[in-house]
């Protein structure tokens, strides 16, 4: 049984899975789906053309499904698609894309926590696993692969690539791709190593880790680019 608070606004048109729970002065609009175990803090607003996996919370001030900063924007119905047990924390940001990139929906992953005032803008990819830190800012139509994490207050410029496992370290401004299962900071941005620590964490072997540091070490320590490692 769904728990909506009778201060609630939500659409006729909006489909609820099993035992959502939605706060007082939360707004769910038309054309939005919301999966069993969902919980909808107060003040927090659902636009249109959302679908939302199971058992994601959305808190306060939060906003899913604006239409995208974007002025190649015209007015068409673009989606935001979110996975299983994501959480939105307060007034973080999520914008529909746009049908001018190619893409028309903006997506993210399964067990994602995205922070407060965290912005993903139009079209950006979010994959499973990552951590948005409190105020990143991802510009339109960037990619951030699966466990990577955004420390605080970093702005990615527009059609970047964060690669797997990548941690880039607070305040950083990147405008560049960032390598997988690295450590990146500094300004301007830069491959600070290998991230050990995170990789440990998943699990990888000391081999494993002792290859990929190898491979680093070729490419940023010895002159190299990509082609010549």
Not at 54 to 75: E, M, R, W
Not at 85 to 99: F, P
Request: aromatic letters at 8%.
């Amino acid at each position: 049984m769904n728990n909506i608070h009778p201060l609630a606004t939500v659409h006729p048109g909006a489909k609820l899975g099993d035992n959502v729970e939605v706060g007082p002065y939360a707004f769910i609009d038309d054309n939005v789906e919301i999966g069993d175990g969902c919980k909808i803090y107060p003040h927090a607003t659902i636009f249109s053309y959302v679908k939302m996996g199971k058992d994601c919370t959305v808190f306060p001030g939060a906003v899913v499904g604006a239409i995208p900063q974007d002025l190649k924007f015209d007015g068409e119905i673009t989606y935001v698609e979110i996975g299983d047990r994501v959480n939105i924390r307060e007034c973080a940001t999520i914008n529909r894309g746009t049908k001018a990139s190619g893409k028309g929906v903006t997506r993210i992953g399964n067990d994602v926590l995205i922070m407060s005032y965290v912005h993903v803008a139009h079209d950006c990819t979010v994959g499973n696993h990552c951590i948005l830190v409190s105020y990143v800012g991802i510009a339109g139509e960037t990619d951030v692969d699966d466990w990577a994490i955004l420390g605080g207050s970093t702005v990615v410029h527009q059609f970047s690539h964060i690669g797997k496992h990548a941690m880039v370290g607070g305040g950083s401004k990147v405008n560049k791709d960032i390598p997988p299962y690295s450590l990146c900071g500094r300004e301007p941005i830069c491959y600070a190593g290998v991230n050990i620590v995170g990789l440990r964490r998943r699990g990888f072997e000391s081999d494993t880790i002792r290859m990929i540091k190898d491979i680093y070490e070729t490419i940023y320590y010895q002159g190299n680019n990509v082609t010549d490692g």
